[in-house]
């Protein structure tokens, strides 16, 4: 009789250098956060990625996870959480990871990897924010926060929370 640590995971197979959904299924089963906290983003050309070259934008984590090729939504949803066009601006962001069953390639469902483009803001969760920097923050950022929330209608909890954080 063949013992677990003797066997496979059909997994493995689909491991690569770059984060990918056997990563978060193995994360998810193992009990832990989907949470990571983005050190920096770097564009990278003629890179190697699931066996094509090419220009990609990758997120490199706090953590110490497998870095994350950022596709152009995963792009438009973490420029939203920054405020900002510029990868040289999306240090230090605090995202959430999920999976996206239905994410298709080239016309076939492959599933992908996904940043939440955060939880809406909730009074109590803003006063939890305002009382953490309590006596960090002047009258002049609360206008700045003021217009972080008021700015569009993706702002969340993430992205007062990695503005607090700037300040």
Known sequence: KKNMSDKTHYRKVFKSDHLGIADLEDLTEEGKSLCF???NVRQ??????????GNYNIAYFVEGIKP?????TNSKVLSKIAGS???QDWNNIKVELYIKSDVKMKGEVVGGV??????????????ALYAKKR?????????GIERVLIEDETSSYTKVYNYLNKL
């Not at 996904?114 to 969760?125: A, W």
């Not at 006596?135 to 206008?143: A, D, I, K, P, R």
């Open 85 to 87: 066009v510029f990868v």
């Open 114 to 127: 996904r940043i939440k483009s955060g939880i809406s803001i909730t009074k109590p969760i803003l006063e």
């Open 68 to 72: 994350l090729v950022l596709n152009a």
């Open 37 to 39: 906290t983005i050190k």
């Open 44 to 53: 990278e050309i003629g890179i190697p990625v699931a066996g094509r070259k």
């Open 135 to 143: 006596g960090l923050v002047t009258e002049g950022q609360n206008e």
